[in-house]
């Protein structure tokens, strides 16, 4: 089944410890891509990446870092999470240059 | 700065009958245009897009309508389903994969279909 596999799915932390999402995609995209979901604010986007080895900012990276290490792999590390960053996640995957994206689940993180 | 804006937050429809979402944009260099649908507790899913070439684009009971010179583009449900109540997403992409690209996302419209 193709999908795009986010974890962990639900997380409460403290502010400072450093914590990572995973992402994984089974359906050999290049582009992946990283959005916070916020009441009233819509989806946004963090980073993205189109290939290995190759990422770019979106509208809101600060306090986040991702890796393209693997073609399916695309994680996104909060180094010193603080409560501004508690939000819906999500990861999405596609093929170059459609735009049509597959999302996973979510992830939803709480910092305290 | 919101480039995509979907200016209505919620619309009501009766069952059967048209739903019209609606969503603006201000950059002129967006290419391609979609529309997203969102369940509680699930991901957003991929429902119809359009290029900026086009002015129409239909499948099935979905159509997406865009108007380049007005910056405007809408989603047509007909007829609309109780399944269909959901959050609709628009977004917007600038770039190319050889310069890389960026979706940028509407904040959504949340539809609910009554019967």
């Known amino acids: 089944e193709a999908q795009v596999t986010q974890n962990p799915r639900y997380l409460i932390t403290v502010t400072g410890k450093k914590l990572t999402v995973t992402c994984s995609q089974n359906m050999n995209h290049e582009y992946m891509s990283w959005y916070r979901q916020d009441p009233g604010l819509g989806l946004r986007q963090i980073y993205y990446?189109?290939?290995?080895?190759?990422?770019d900012k979106g509208d809101v990276p600060e306090g986040y870092k991702v890796s393209r290490k693997e073609k399916r792999n695309f994680p996104l590390i909060l180094e010193s999470p603080s409560p501004n960053q508690t939000s819906l996640y999500f990861c999405?995957?596609?093929?170059?240059?459609?735009?049509?994206?597959?999302f996973g689940e979510g992830s939803r993180l709480t910092v305290l | 700065d919101q480039q995509v804006k979907q200016n209505s937050p919620s619309l009501s429809v009766q069952e059967g009958r048209i739903s019209i979402l609606n969503c603006d944009y201000t950059n002129s260099m967006f290419d391609y245009f979609l529309w997203y649908k969102k369940y509680p507790a699930e991901g957003p899913t991929f429902l119809i897009s359009?290029?900026?070439?086009?002015d129409k684009n239909e499948d099935g009971r979905f159509t997406v309508f865009l108007n380049k010179s007005a910056k405007h583009l809408s989603l047509h449900i007909v007829p609309s389903q109780p399944g269909d109540s959901a959050v609709y997403f628009c977004a917007a992409k600038r770039g190319n994969s050889n310069s890389g690209y960026a979706l940028n996302f509407g904040k959504g419209t949340s539809l609910l279909v009554t019967p």
């Open positions: 359009i290029s900026s070439i086009k």
């Open positions: 990446s189109m290939n290995v080895e190759v990422t």
């Open positions: 999405a995957s596609s093929p170059l240059n459609t735009g049509e994206l597959f």
